[in-house]
């Protein structure tokens, strides 16, 4: 099993920046795909950014291309995920989650088998 703990949420107005984090443990011997996803209130979750198991492969939701970055570090099990020049439509929940499958580059929450409680992002005008 694996585990995942989100950290670095919080407020900030709109053009801020956040960097949330993800600590991944438990079996790390086998290779993840890591997504992060977001949920606001009365909506269904979405896809934000995952990245595959090297590190060399992003795939980035509409919404927030050019203004997200998401990145691994495999030496500290760690997924990150910078984002610049917020806006009020990205305050959400944010979720870490990890994956085997093959299908990771779609960033549906189907496809991931294992996921973080989330860190809650709030962003004001």
Known sequence: EVQLVES????????GSLR???????DTYSSYSLGWFRQAPGKEREGV?????????TV???????????????AK??????MNSLKPEDTAMYYCAATRGGSWFRVRPDEYAYWGQ???VTVSS
């Open 118 to 120: 989330g860190t809650q």
């Open 8 to 15: 670095g949420g919080g407020s900030v107005q709109a053009g």
């Open 77 to 82: 099990n760690t997924l990150y995920l910078q």
């Open 60 to 74: 980035y939701a509409g919404s927030v291309k050019g203004r997200f970055t998401i990145s691994r570090d495999n």
């Open 20 to 26: 949330l984090s993800c600590a991944v443990s438990g």
């Open 49 to 57: 950014a995952a990245i595959d198991s090297s590190g060399r492969s």
